[in-house]
């Protein structure tokens, strides 16, 4: 059909721009621009990316908008590209850099929608290709209400050191045998160039390829287009697919709100605890839920990853990465199992404006892989993403037990306030077997920023200790961390949260099975020393990280910083 002759122009943003005498001096710039008068008085699609030359996770995608741009018009849509910031946590890692990132995703969800909102388009297709990106833009689709469709850039190809497949994380690790003697200069040279040899974001099931497997199984991305690797020629077909169905989007008036429903929340939390994801899904869910005015909070995520299978036998705590399980049937066959077996919501609608259960309809299972197992017959019954919650973190915590030997532990509290300190005591071995490192102040507000503690996790895994120690922050933990390691413990420090209240040798417990975090205090001694507890000037004074410690809510309910869409008068889909 040809979506030009059933789209009514008076009803969409951009007529305040294109259409009446009165937008004359607006339509000349666009004019100025080379468009004909048949393309201003087409529907306007905003192609917003978060292309730079930052890192490779965001290299290909102006090269991928530039396919979309041409589905757009390819359906009578008239595109308008703009790009958006990121940071990028693998560069951003392990100094006060990492204070940028969790910002970051603010200022993505705030800057599409300035530009949306100023320019009134009608439709938003957007590509992202890192941890904070994919959150960012997904967020905005669902504060501005308008048709929309996003794309991931893909995952990078595996590295090869020495016959063996590697990704980023094992270099992370290897500075941790480096720094124990365990690896040479040499070695590390030699690993260093050979560990990100394409474009793409990390490879394994991080928090990138976590939110792109969110994407899909909450209905925003096309089916199979968050699989495929960002150098595959076959992304070109996702690209104009997405820019020619956006088109229908807008025919049919087809919202994200109508898509990111609870139940669709509800699905994107079980792909994540199926396949060992991110435990930064658990921050980036409730606030996603937060901009379509939905209550989902951490609590609510832990629920669902309580009862789901872990099927996916991806890194960092399995064998394989994005592209294998792209290879072995992407993540329709990973969603169409749990379907069958009752773990997902088939009737949720998608941007092909069909259901989830429609989509997968003509989904057949693999035999020949073993990236991922039926739903039945799980790596284990817990999913790989756990919550807790006990008298250390009354607002509740993470961890990630894909890959565990071990779901409890014990052992006395040594503490440090902010992660460097905890990273040199790592670097020169002053810890203990049996302990739990705690780093505090490095929460949403007292980081401000919330780092990930990746740079420390992960030498403690190339020491060896990845399963002697265990390590508690009230900041975050890479996709990337594996051991035992619980993030996002709430209250923070900063707002006086028993995480900041505890002293060396006290003695906490953790227990994955039963989902508890405790210290071996009584409510009497805590309060006593909440008492005592006055709060810590923050490190920052001024700038867009001031700005964001100002606004910014608790872990628990995402790390937001507006009302919402709850608070929401005007919804800009209907300016």
Same mark, same amino acid.
């Given at each position: 059909? &040809?979506?030009?002759?059933?789209?009514?122009?008076?009803?969409?943003?951009?007529?305040?721009?294109?259409?009446?005498?009165?937008?004359?001096?607006?339509?000349?710039?666009?004019?100025?621009? @080379?468009?004909?008068?048949?393309?201003?008085?087409?529907?306007?699609?905003?192609?917003?990316?978060?292309?730079?030359?930052?890192?490779?996770?965001?290299?290909?995608?102006?090269?991928?908008?530039?396919?979309?741009?041409?589905?757009?018009?390819?359906? &009578?849509?008239?595109?308008?590209?703009?790009?958006?910031?990121?940071?990028?946590?693998? $560069?951003?890692?392990?100094?006060?850099?990492?204070?940028?990132?969790?910002?970051?995703?603010?200022?993505?969800?705030?800057?599409?929608?300035?530009?949306?909102?100023?320019?009134?388009?009608?439709?938003?297709?957007?590509?992202?290709?890192?941890?904070?990106?994919?959150?960012?833009?997904?967020?905005?689709?669902?504060?501005?209400?308008?048709?929309?469709?996003?794309?991931?850039?893909?995952?990078?190809?595996? @590295?090869?050191?020495?016959?063996?497949?590697?990704?980023?994380?094992?270099?992370?690790?290897?500075?941790?045998?480096?720094?124990?003697?365990?690896?040479?200069?040499?070695?590390?040279?030699?690993?260093?160039?050979?560990?990100?040899?394409?474009?793409?974001?990390?490879?394994?099931?991080?928090?990138?390829?976590?939110?792109?497997?969110?994407?899909?199984?909450?209905?925003?991305?096309?089916?199979?287009?968050?699989?495929?690797?960002?150098?595959?020629?076959?992304?070109?077909?996702?690209?104009?697919?997405?820019?020619?169905?956006?088109?229908?989007?807008?025919?049919? &008036?087809?919202?994200?709100?109508?898509?990111?429903?609870?139940?669709?929340?509800?699905?994107?939390?079980?792909?994540?605890?199926?396949?060992?994801?991110?435990?930064?899904?658990?921050?980036?869910?409730?606030?996603?839920?937060?901009?379509?005015?939905?209550?989902?909070?951490?609590?609510?995520?832990?629920?669902?990853?309580?009862?789901?299978?872990?099927?996916?036998?991806?890194?960092?705590?399995?064998?394989?990465?994005?592209?294998?399980?792209?290879?072995?049937?992407? $993540?329709?066959?990973?969603?169409?199992?749990?379907?069958?077996?009752?773990?997902?919501?088939?009737?949720?609608?998608?941007?092909?404006?069909?259901?989830?259960?429609?989509?997968?309809?003509?989904?057949?299972?693999?035999?020949?892989?073993?990236?991922?197992?039926?739903?039945?017959?799980?790596?284990?019954?817990?999913?790989?993403?756990?919550?807790?919650?006990?008298?250390?973190?009354?607002?509740?915590?993470?961890?990630?037990?894909?890959?565990?030997?071990?779901?409890?532990?014990?052992?006395?509290?040594?503490?440090?306030?902010?992660?460097?300190?905890?990273?040199?005591?790592?670097?020169?071995?002053?810890?203990?077997?049996?302990?739990?490192?705690?780093?505090?102040?490095?929460?949403?507000?007292?980081?401000?920023?919330?780092?990930?503690?990746?740079?420390?996790?992960?030498?403690?895994?190339?020491?060896?200790?990845?399963?002697?120690?265990?390590?508690?922050?009230?900041?975050?933990?890479?996709?990337?961390?594996?051991?035992?390691?619980?993030?996002?413990?709430?209250?923070?420090?900063?707002?006086?949260?028993?995480?900041?209240?505890?002293?060396?040798?006290?003695?906490?417990?953790?227990?994955? $099975?039963?989902?508890?975090?405790?210290?071996?205090?009584?409510?009497?001694?805590?309060?006593?020393?909440?008492?005592?507890?006055?709060?810590?000037?923050?490190?920052?004074?001024?700038?867009?990280?001031?700005?964001?410690?100002?606004?910014?809510?608790?872990?628990?309910?995402?790390?937001?910083?507006?009302?919402?869409?709850?608070?929401?008068?005007?919804?800009?889909?209907?300016?």
């Amino acid at each position: 059909m &040809n979506v030009r002759t059933i789209i009514d122009k008076r009803n969409l943003p951009s007529r305040h721009v294109t259409e009446g005498p009165a937008r004359a001096p607006h339509r000349s710039y666009l004019y100025a621009m @080379g468009l004909t008068r048949e393309q201003i008085h087409q529907p306007l699609v905003g192609v917003a990316s978060c292309w730079n030359e930052a890192a490779p996770c965001n290299i290909s995608l102006m090269r991928q908008a530039q396919v979309v741009k041409k589905g757009v018009a390819a359906a &009578n849509g008239t595109p308008r590209e703009f790009c958006t910031i990121t940071v990028t946590d693998g $560069i951003a890692m392990g100094h006060e850099g990492m204070k940028a990132s969790l910002a970051s995703r603010e200022v993505i969800a705030d800057s599409v929608e300035l530009t949306m909102r100023g320019h009134a388009y009608d439709a938003l297709i957007g590509l992202a290709g890192c941890d904070k990106s994919l959150p960012g833009m997904m967020m905005a689709m669902l504060r501005l209400n308008v048709p929309s469709i996003f794309i991931y850039g893909g995952s990078i190809l595996p @590295g090869s050191y020495r016959g063996q497949p590697v990704t980023v994380q094992d270099l992370f690790e290897a500075v941790g045998k480096h720094s124990v003697g365990a690896m040479s200069d040499d070695d590390l040279d030699e690993l260093e160039q050979v560990a990100c040899p394409s474009a793409g974001a990390c490879g394994a099931q991080f928090t990138a390829n976590t939110m792109a497997t969110v994407s899909e199984a909450i209905g925003l991305a096309l089916p199979y287009s968050a699989g495929a690797p960002a150098p595959y020629e076959i992304r070109d077909k996702f690209c104009m697919a997405a820019g020619e169905q956006v088109m229908d989007l807008v025919a049919r &008036n087809i919202r994200p709100r109508e898509i990111v429903t609870r139940k669709a929340l509800e699905n994107a939390a079980t792909v994540v605890a199926a396949s060992g994801g991110s435990t930064n899904a658990a921050l980036h869910l409730p606030a996603m839920a937060h901009e379509a005015g939905i209550k989902f909070d951490l609590f609510d995520v832990a629920e669902i990853f309580k009862r789901t299978p872990y099927i996916a036998d991806l890194k960092p705590g399995g064998r394989y990465v994005a592209k294998d399980m792209f290879e072995a049937g992407g $993540i329709p066959l990973l969603m169409k199992t749990l379907l069958e077996h009752g773990f997902l919501h088939g009737d949720c609608l998608t941007v092909t404006g069909r259901t989830i259960a429609e989509n997968l309809a003509s989904v057949k299972w693999n035999p020949h892989q073993d990236v991922v197992r039926p739903a039945n017959d799980p790596i284990t019954a817990t999913g790989g993403v756990v919550g807790l919650q006990g008298n250390l973190a009354p607002d509740g915590a993470i961890v990630k037990v894909a890959g565990l030997k071990n779901l409890k532990f014990t052992g006395p509290a040594r503490c440090f306030d902010g992660e460097e300190a905890c990273f040199e005591a790592v670097t020169k071995r002053a810890y203990e077997d049996g302990e739990v490192l705690v780093i505090r102040y490095e929460g949403p507000k007292g980081g401000p920023g919330m780092r990930e503690m990746l740079s420390t996790t992960a030498a403690l895994y190339g020491q060896g200790k990845g399963d002697k120690v265990a390590l508690i922050t009230d900041g975050r933990f890479s996709g990337a961390t594996r051991g035992f390691c619980i993030g996002h413990v709430g209250p923070e420090a900063a707002v006086g949260g028993p995480i900041g209240l505890i002293r060396d040798g006290d003695i906490i417990t953790i227990d994955a $099975i039963e989902g508890t975090l405790d210290v071996a205090l009584s409510d009497e001694e805590l309060a006593a020393r909440k008492a005592e507890w006055k709060p810590r000037p923050s490190p920052v004074g001024s700038g867009a990280i001031w700005k964001f410690a100002q606004a910014v809510g608790p872990a628990r309910e995402g790390a937001v910083t507006h009302p919402g869409g709850a608070a929401e008068t005007t919804c800009y889909a209907d300016i």
